[in-house]
């Protein structure tokens, strides 16, 4: 069938909006490459220059502390078993991946959240653009994130923030909103400023919510940074998309299992976080 | 100089309020307004005075517009028209910072539903106005502790507000109010949420803090009874309006209008009391005690029936002195001897519904309010003494003496 209307030409114009920033804005995509690059390195060199048992101890007192002791030894035997099968480095630079992505999606997106729940606009234009963020197959991330820092971690950290955001900018938002109107009222009937009713009463009364939208972003960004491996970043999802490209079965569950234990860990101790800190 | 003067407070809700104004000038009702504009008229052209250490009592039936214009006197809602002086100073003209310092010394508020926030303890609770003017920690926590022990809460300090009964979470709720020191308390339905009992419990401590403490109440209420106990003057509003003001003597014997005489007949018995105007406190034990405890019980408290409850006062039987004599001869437990077809009425059931129930029943009838939480019980001569004038007001809560008829 012939086509009514020339077909929107939308993709070469994406091209040229990207290119234009990349030739004007090199420098900013340098020094954001740079910042990420760091904190990548330095929570790689911490994870990977400790000795292996006391990386496993920390995580063990922390699972004791966010569950409980059955929460405790199930982070013994897997972080024991990652090593064993020999994963032990991969694991540690996922981690750092994630970390990064996390940290970044938190840096930015609580302020973002806090945001949308104070201006009924910001959240009019937020909104469409975190269901746009989270449709997007994650994929297509990755070639705007190639385009401007080229391949390896960094691109691989920003296309997972992407995906990984938006759970918290979200659930701060709905976090702040659902706090009750009367003791918005009573916070501002006793004269409090904007700010003291945010970090004493709307904060703290959000933080569960809060917490279970960093859990959600966590995950998001553990499931692509391994699809980030694509693009070079290394870790756990290179092993699988190593394992995928050979057809090498046995290695591909190795490394698989390896992700889920990660994920499992990272799941129960951010989620303990949440918990505790409201009881 | 009065303490506050309210001038022609206008609220109307809805976008563009103001071309809605000329018609509430003209003297339109609020049905016609929201015909002619779709705005909703919260509260019409309100004017009083409140006069330092009085009790305003501001009442009304719920849509009235008593609560919009309560929030308007510390503007948590904007007015759309008028003036609020306190201390002679209009507070509608003053900038947010300006406001902030009024709302932090001068107008404390207490909310129907407490509005305590959960995350802090009751001590943090108290302080929270004080910890927002920022002061020291040590100082504010001794004002704070200072204001729980009036209102009777000394040793709840550590205790998080969800581990504290309706009637306790309002006090604090009240504390933190009094810590500020501030000239105006504002109390939006403060009682309304609690059980009729506590409830006058309530009052009784309110207007004996009072006597002691001179300060300027603006109290918000649909309850006639309270408005009558605990005011010194009472305004009344229907659709925003005020319609008349007046000591209560005043408003019972001199209404106003036919609306303020229909409101003050109803204050008349027989169709207007309800089960929790004559409920007596009932005696309850709970399932985990034996038939010697039960028996002694009845003995102390000179009664022929226990109202057995679990741990939430939910009612699960009642206990006659017959059944535990039973229980106790032949080895059963109180949990098997007890009857569980107890005659049951909420607190809003009218009197005249209650005459049957009454007096076909062989056991005093128990009044059951939300989540079958027993509530008191109603004893024949209850019903009797309701209809002669004697009702749960003043100070007739039932005493231990008291107890409970036998029947």
């Known amino acids: 069938m012939s086509q009514l209307f020339p077909k929107l030409p939308l993709d070469e114009w994406i091209e040229v909006i990207v290119d234009g920033l990349d030739e004007n804005l090199g420098f900013v995509f340098d020094l954001i490459s740079a910042a990420i690059g760091g904190t990548v390195d330095l929570f790689n060199a911490i994870l990977t220059g400790l000795p292996f048992w006391l990386v496993i101890i920390l995580f063990v007192l922390m699972a004791y502390r966010a569950g409980r002791w059955t929460m405790a030894l199930f982070t013994f035997i897997g972080l024991l078993l990652i090593q064993n099968l020999g994963y032990w480095e991969h694991s540690m630079e996922t981690l750092a991946l994630v970390l990064t992505a996390a940290l970044i999606s938190v840096v930015i997106g609580i302020p973002m959240g806090i945001w949308c729940a104070k201006n009924e606009s910001v959240q009019k234009v937020v909104t469409p653009l975190l269901d ?71 904060l703290p009364i959000a933080k569960t919510t809060m917490m279970a939208g960093i859990n959600q972003s966590i995950m998001l960004a553990l499931s692509m940074v391994v699809i980030a491996s694509m693009i070079g ?4 999802g290179a092993d699988v998309y190593r394992a995928v490209t050979q057809i090498n079965i046995g290695q591909g569950f190795e490394a698989g299992l390896a992700i889920v234990i990660m994920a499992i860990l990272l799941d129960r101790i951010t989620q303990g976080v949440g918990k505790r800190k409201n009881a | 100089m009065p303490k506050i003067t309210v001038e022609n407070l206008t609220k109307i809700f809805g976008r563009q309020p103001g071309r809605a104004l000329p018609l509430v000038k003209q003297g339109k009702t609020k049905g016609e307004i929201l015909k002619e504009t779709g705005l909703t008229l919260g509260v019409n052209q309100a004017s009083f005075e409140v006069h330092a250490g009085e009790i305003f009592v501001i009442m009304g039936l719920s849509g009235s517009g008593k609560s919009t214009l309560v929030r308007l006197l510390n503007r948590l809602i904007e007015p759309t028209e008028g003036k609020i002086l306190i201390d002679g100073v209009d507070i509608v003209s003053m900038n947010a910072e300006q406001l902030q310092q009024v709302r932090r010394k001068k107008l404390g508020m207490v909310f129907q539903k407490f509005a305590l926030f959960p995350h802090r303890t009751v001590l943090e609770n108290a302080a929270y106005g004080l910890e927002i003017q920022n002061m020291p920690k040590s100082e504010r926590e001794q004002r704070a502790k ?262």
């Open chain 1, 132 to 202: 746009f963020m989270q449709t997007m197959p994650a994929f297509v991330y990755l070639i705007p994130a190639i385009f401007f820092f080229g391949l390896g971690k960094v691109p691989g950290v920003i296309a997972s923030v992407i995906f990984a955001m938006p759970p918290t900018i979200r659930l701060t938002n709905l976090g702040i909103r659902q706090v009750p109107a009367d003791l918005i009222e009573a916070s501002d009937a006793f004269g409090s400023t904007y700010w003291q009713k945010l970090t004493k009463v709307q």
């Open chain 1, 233 to 236: 970043a290394k870790g756990l």
């Open chain 2, 146 to 407: 200072e204001s729980l022990t009036l209102v009777g809460l000394g040793g709840w300090e550590q205790s998080y507000p969800d581990q504290l009964s309706g009637g306790m979470q309002q006090r604090v709720g009240l504390a933190r109010a009094l810590a500020n020191d501030p000239d105006v308390l504002l109390m939006d339905e403060a009682f309304s949420a609690l059980d009729p009992l506590i409830r006058k419990d309530m009052q009784d401590e309110l207007l004996e803090l009072q006597s002691s403490m001179q300060r300027t109440i603006i109290f918000i209420t649909h309850d006639l009874d309270e408005a009558l106990k605990i005011g010194d003057r009472i305004a009344l509003m229907k659709d925003g309006a005020i319609v008349q003001i007046g000591t209560p003597e005043e408003i019972m014997t001199n209404p106003a209008n036919e609306y303020v005489e229909r409101f003050v007949e109803d204050v008349d018995r027989s169709k207007v009391l309800s089960a929790e105007h004559v409920m007596k406190r009932a005696e309850t034990i709970t399932l985990d005690r034996g038939p010697s405890v039960a028996l002694q019980l009845m003995r102390d408290r000179g009664v022929s029936s226990l109202y057995v409850v679990d741990r939430k006062k939910t009612l699960l039987g009642v206990l006659t002195a017959d059944a535990v004599n039973d229980a106790k001869m032949h080895g059963k437990t109180l949990e098997e001897v007890m009857r569980r077809d107890v005659p049951k009425v909420g607190p809003q059931t009218l009197l005249n519904e209650l005459f049957d129930l009454v007096a076909f029943s062989d056991i005093p009838v128990s009044v059951i309010g939300e989540h079958d939480r027993l509530l008191g019980i109603i004893v024949k001569g209850a019903v009797l003494g309701g209809l002669a004038g004697k009702v749960n007001q003043e100070s007739t809560l039932p005493t231990e003496e008291e107890g409970q008829v036998k029947v």
